[in-house]
């Protein structure tokens, strides 16, 4: 046991499952809701596009990375996109934003499936990170294309949005998996 590596230990014990208790359910839904709320409550006009990545992708990858139950992350943005059509907390801006919330969750599900090995891997949980959030400029983009409803996001071209979506949401993955693995290592050592 002691000769096994950390990482290998850590990909071992994160073995996906359908099952799934209440109070994680909960735990998850919450945590998608939390990333509205933080999203209307740290508004301000920076215009740095996908700078809201860095909390969104932080919460979706460590209740993604933290748990076995296999929805995990379509869990957490099903209660992202929920909460967001609350008037209050952005159906007012974007009447698309629910859709927008609930993509980056069921990408994420599907990389994990996947890929299981590298669950336990940081630089994949950052990356993924990176790529769940570059899903909004995308979804926009599409909706801008097709429907004609203009995001400002776009005034200076595609590549910037994309980019910074990118970035933000690399951020946010490296720190939701620094905790996420953080304290899935800390709780084995603490295991005899």
Known sequence: MYGESSLKKLSRTNLSSWSLAWWEALLLFSSGALAVVL???L????????RHG??????????????????AGSLASLGASLTSVIPIWGAMD???IWLIY????????LAFWLLPKL?????????????????KPVARLIITISMG?????????VVYPITSHILYGLIGGFLGGVTALGVRWLS?????
């Open 39 to 41: 999203h209307q409550y």
């Open 43 to 50: 508004r301000a006009p920076l215009g740095l596009p996908g």
């Open 54 to 71: 860095i909390e969104w992708m932080a919460l979706l990858i460590l209740g993604r990375a933290s748990s076995r139950f296999r929805g």
């Open 94 to 96: 974007d009447p698309f």
């Open 102 to 109: 609930l993509l980056s969750g069921p990408l994420m599900d």
């Open 119 to 135: 669950q336990g891997k940081l630089w994949f949980l950052a990356l993924l990170g990176g790529l769940a959030h570059a899903t």
């Open 149 to 157: 409803w203009v995001y400002g996001s776009f005034r200076y071209g």
């Open 188 to 192: 084995h050592r603490s295991q005899p």
